[in-house]
């Protein structure tokens, strides 16, 4: 059975390189869905509460929220930077309270004080759904992520092979002393 969460995520980017309206520098409201399938937790009657996929991935997610997300090629990045530097919001502000945790992976670098995302390959739904499963996979059982933004749209489906113990009282993943970080349980 499958749990699942939703993310709104309100980010700019463009394709660089790209013959098309894409190639300008756009922004997006984009619709990202995770589904996290295993067997229901007796003690709770759920898969995983979705409160907690949804605790879980913001953590990183929240670094595409509002973000400017570009390609490492891109000449505006360069440019976006030096602006950023000359305005003194590079390393952040007071207002940047929305930083997710800093990530870097073959596929993509969060700068969280930035809001920018820099990537590897150019940022479309299939792009940023290999991102989010690379964030991702480690920490819940994704059975399938789906992006939508725009009119474009893409979903991908997993094999689920972690064996993730959770918590017979709230659901969610122990940690690796076997205790529930919500509730305290210890196994």
């Known amino acids: 059975m499958r749990s699942i969460t939703t993310f709104d995520l309100q980010y700019a980017h463009r394709f660089y390189q790209f013959k098309g309206e894409a190639q300008y520098l756009h922004g997006h409201t984009g619709l990202l869905t995770i589904e996290v399938?295993?067997?229901?937790?007796?003690?709770?009657?759920m898969v995983y509460p979705c409160n907690e996929i949804q605790k879980t991935a913001w953590d990183v997610l929240k670094?595409?929220?509002?973000?400017?997300?570009?390609?490492?090629?891109?000449?505006?990045?360069?440019?976006i930077l030096k602006v950023y530097e000359e305005t003194g919001i590079k390393d952040g502000t007071p207002q940047n309270t929305m930083k997710g945790i800093a990530f870097k992976n073959e596929l993509a670098t969060a700068y969280p004080d930035s809001r920018l995302v820099v990537t590897k390959e150019t940022l479309t739904v299939?792009?940023?759904?290999?991102?989010?499963?690379?964030?991702l996979k480690d920490k819940l059982n994704i059975a399938k992520i789906t992006f939508t933004s725009g009119v474009n749209a893409a979903s991908a489906e997993y094999n689920t092979k972690n064996n993730i113990e959770?918590?017979?009282?709230?659901?969610?993943?122990?940690?690796?002393?076997?205790s529930c970080p919500k509730c305290g349980y210890k196994k």
């Open 37 to 45: 399938e295993d067997s229901i937790n007796e003690g709770v009657n």
């Open 63 to 79: 670094n595409f929220d509002h973000a400017l997300i570009l390609r490492e090629d891109d000449p505006l990045l360069p440019a």
């Open 126 to 135: 299939e792009g940023m759904i290999k991102i989010v499963y690379e964030l």
């Open 166 to 178: 959770r918590c017979p009282l709230c659901g969610i993943s122990l940690d690796e002393n076997h």
